[in-house]
């Protein structure tokens, strides 16, 4: 027989923290028994000790505990995020696209979506349940992947969320990626944001890092957007970019 209490009054020891299965194993192992490793997992799950995040990872409760996946996934979602860019990237990547500009907007919540450049793999990935990750490579002319990824990695700076810190696209690059290509789904959403931004932190954009992307070739298309999103919220900003823009491209 399995040694029913032994085993729950281990495992509560670690009660409100998620647990990935290997580490599941290791505390079942220590319980000989009849029934193999997923009897006893699949045991703990039917008497609500177990609730399964993914199919790899769960969280540690007593049966009191009515917490459901979606708050599970809340709280723990970025101690999940870190983990998965440990394991794929190490240091060699950063978040960027809309949820980039919104933290740099002091807006942390939890994203369906998220973008990772990275040097490595173009791949899409569910990293829990409906929270997806979209690894993607950004080639430059003229560079390869290595050399790519270094030139944008040089506009990217660490922030910490819930004592994590992440790799993420500065204030600027954050901008002309969420102007470029919008969607008809979010351009709603993403220009607001935008005059938002021009409206109180025009001060605050360094002009000069478009340029840096702009020498090849990079968001020529999100900085005219930017432009003329411009000349209607604050025509002294548009004016400086009009300047750069004139300077050594196009108007």
Known sequence: MIKTN???KKLLKNKNKIIWI?????ILEDFTSKWTIYKKIFWLKSRWYLLSVKKDLFYIKDSTNKIDVEEVIDNFYRKILKNYIKNSYWQKYFIWWIKALEIRNN???VPDKLVLINPYKRANEVLLKWKKIFNTIYNI?????ENSFKYFKKQTT???IDNKNFNIANYELSILESLYSVSEIDERYIIELIKKNIRKNYKRINIEIFEYFLKVWKYWSS????????LWIN??????LKNILIKRYWI
């Open 22 to 26: 290997n580490d599941l194993k290791k």
């Open 107 to 109: 807006n942390t919540s």
């Open 223 to 230: 900085c005219k957007l930017l432009y003329e999103i411009s």
């Open 158 to 160: 660490k922030i910490t």
């Open 141 to 145: 002319k003229w560079f390869d992947t």
């Open 235 to 240: 025509p002294i900003f548009a004016e400086r």
């Open 6 to 8: 032994i085993i729950v």
